[in-house]
């Protein structure tokens, strides 16, 4: 997990108690609270969705909301934007593919072979 932890103008980051999400079958570190695209980008994870007609990858772009660009799956839902939605602990996050659809809640834990 790569993040700034001491700031050179904003200081040490407070502790915040970690949690594990789940993305694309795959379990990741993250705060409770940070935004998910922030839990994303410490674990290496930059494409959040593909696009409807050319398959082309997103990932942040605005970071406030304003975008669409990073809008993924989570628990189920589809188009939502990870980086103004708050981690919370066994959250299920799936990249999106065009228009996304509604899908089963429930984190499978991946197997390695
Ligand atoms: S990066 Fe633009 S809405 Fe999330």
């Known amino acids: ?27 990741v570190q993250a705060f409770e609270g940070e935004p998910i ?10 494409i959040c969705r593909f696009t ?28 939502i934007r990870t980086c103004i939605t708050p981690v919370r602990n066994n959250l299920k996050v799936e990249t999106q593919i065009g228009v996304g659809q509604w899908r089963d809640a429930t984190c499978k834990k991946q197997t390695s072979q």
Do not use: F, W
């Open 1 to 27: 997990m790569s993040r700034v932890i001491d700031h050179p103008i904003l200081g040490r980051m407070p502790e915040k108690r970690k949690v594990t999400i789940c993305v694309d079958g795959r379990q």
């Open 37 to 46: 695209a922030a839990a994303l980008i410490a674990a290496g994870i930059h």
């Open 52 to 79: 409807t007609k050319r398959n082309e990858p997103r990932g942040l772009y605005c970071a406030i909301g304003q975008c669409t660009d990073c809008v993924m799956t989570v628990d189920g839902a589809p188009n």
